[in-house]
């Protein structure tokens, strides 16, 4: 049987991510505790070993960071859609 692991992730735009951390990181810092954290889950995904990996992003894919984060972990890259 073929495993599949999907990670769900948003773009790290400075503001929208880790929100509750902006009134000691500021909205900046917020954000890049949000891309370390998603590169340490999609590593540990990819260490894994499942059969299909997929970074299921909102609100879509053509956020730079996140399709070099894909690329170098070997995962599909979707859009979350609803």
Do not use: N
């Not at 049987?1 to 000691?24: I, Y």
């Not at 999609?42 to 960071?65: I, N």
């Amino acid at each position: 049987m073929a495993t599949r692991v999907m990670v769900f992730a948003k773009a790290p735009v400075s503001g929208r991510v880790k929100t509750r951390l902006r009134g000691v990181y500021g909205a900046a810092g917020a954000a890049r505790i949000y891309r370390g954290l998603l590169a340490r889950t999609l590593a540990t995904a990819a260490a894994a070993g499942a059969d299909t990996l997929e970074l299921w992003a909102a609100p879509g894919t053509s956020h730079p960071w996140l399709r070099r984060l894909a690329r170098h972990h070997g995962a599909r890259l979707r859009a979350q859609h609803g």
